[in-house]
């Protein structure tokens, strides 16, 4: 059970992830190319979580260049959703942003059609800042918004639990 740098020979199991059908509303997905594109970049991040030498989450890091300090949660997705295992990997990614680069932000957008990735965001100190009104585009021209969620620096050093995985 680990959090660790993906390498390209994971970009497969990435991209089984995130097309699976429970996320098709929820997160979106990268070709092959720009998947290695992105993972060469300086300003991104993969991470994996592995169990057994397994690749079952991952999480995409954005921005890591910002000049601001703003880290961008790009992605994050697991092979299984009800196993416990973004009770895991939610904190560890969080703890991870804040551990290993100099970001004073670390934030996100989620579809508004997601209350569940919602409720996670805020039990781990996520403040919702706003939305952004329908940006993602679906099929039959449906439209869904998406609600901006930030931490700062300084509210994850001020969570309780945070001397616990540090």
Not at 1 to 21: K, Q, S, V, Y
Not at 38 to 47: E, F, K, N, P
Not at 54 to 66: N, P, S, T, V
Not at 135 to 163: K, T
């Amino acid at each position: 059970m680990a959090l660790e740098p993906a390498t390209p020979e994971d970009i497969p199991a990435i991209m089984a992830i995130e097309r699976d059908p429970a996320y098709a509303l929820f997160i979106g997905s990268f070709e092959a190319d720009e998947h290695t594109a992105l993972m060469a970049s300086t300003d991104a991040r993969y991470l994996a979580w592995r169990e057994d030498g397994r690749l079952l989450a991952f999480a995409i890091l954005q921005r890591l260049d910002d000049p601001n300090r703003i880290v961008l949660l790009k992605r994050i997705a697991a092979a299984r959703t009800d196993g416990g295992l973004g009770r895991r990997l939610l904190p560890a990614v969080i703890d991870h942003v804040f551990q290993t680069t100099d970001a004073n932000r670390l934030e996100l957008t989620v579809s508004s059609v997601n209350p569940r990735a919602e409720h996670s965001y805020r039990r781990e100190g996520f403040v919702h800042e706003g939305t952004k009104r329908e940006i993602y585009r679906h099929p039959g021209e449906v439209y869904y918004s998406a609600h901006l969620f930030a931490m700062l620096r300084r509210e994850w050093e001020a969570l309780p639990r945070r001397s616990a995985r540090v």
